[in-house]
């Protein structure tokens, strides 16, 4: 069987967690092996760069968050995404580059285009098979991150609702702009009833790579 590459994009309190979770154990029913990660995170270089972005108190630097986010994710894909899809394996991912286009795009005002330039260099022009974007309305993303106990500081989700709004926007944007990539699903309802929304588009993709 061929690789294939999905990701899962959306604003915070969309989901995605619960659904790479629910999805991932879809896909190992079906027979497919399954290599899920996240950005930033998903390497030991990457762990670093996830504190520095997300856990630093006080100011970054748009321009150095959108470099930090590039260079972790050049990092993920040479080691990890690329060998796993040679393998044929699945890799499900939670955030790719069009988190990066979103928020230090739309969210931070930096040009979008220069954004996906860099992270397209970045990865010598990966792009998924499928990006699921679970779209929330801002203010009940909101009031779900508002439920999640202990959750640590993260610098990302300190914003208001009007930065959350734009990265709302740039996300349905660029899903407009790509749609044979993307699949825009209802993120609200129970994790079941969205699970089911997620699963048909994924069929979809996978039928046309066996």
């Known amino acids: 069987m061929s690789g294939a ?20 154990a ?36 748009p321009r150095a968050e959108a470099l930090l986010y590039a260079a972790d994710r050049a990092q993920h894909v040479a080691t990890l995404v690329r060998p796993a899809l040679e393998r044929g394996e699945v890799v499900l991912q939670d955030r790719y580059l069009d988190s990066s286009v979103a928020y230090q795009g739309a969210g931070r005002e930096l040009d979008g285009t220069q954004i996906r330039d860099l992270s397209l260099w970045a990865t010598d022009g990966l792009l998924p098979h499928l990006t699921i974007l679970l779209d929330i309305d801002p203010a009940a993303g909101r009031e779900r991150m508002a439920g999640r106990a202990d959750a640590p500081y993260d610098r990302l989700e300190d914003t208001g609702l009007d930065f959350a709004e734009r990265v709302r926007d740039a996300y349905l944007a660029l899903a ?11 993120a609200s309802g129970s994790p079941d009833e969205v699970h089911a929304r997620v699963v048909s588009p994924v069929r979809a993709m996978l039928d046309t790579r066996r």
């Open 5 to 24: 590459f999905i990701t899962l994009e959306g604003g915070d309190g969309s989901g995605k967690t619960t659904q790479a979770g629910l999805l991932q």
């Open 26 to 61: 879809w896909l190992e029913e079906q027979g497919r092996t399954v290599v899920r990660t996240r950005e930033p995170g998903g390497t030991e270089l990457g762990i670093e760069i996830r504190r520095l972005v997300q856990h630093t108190e006080g100011h970054v630097a």
């Open 176 to 186: 407009e702009a790509e749609p044979t990539r993307f699949a825009v699903v209802e």
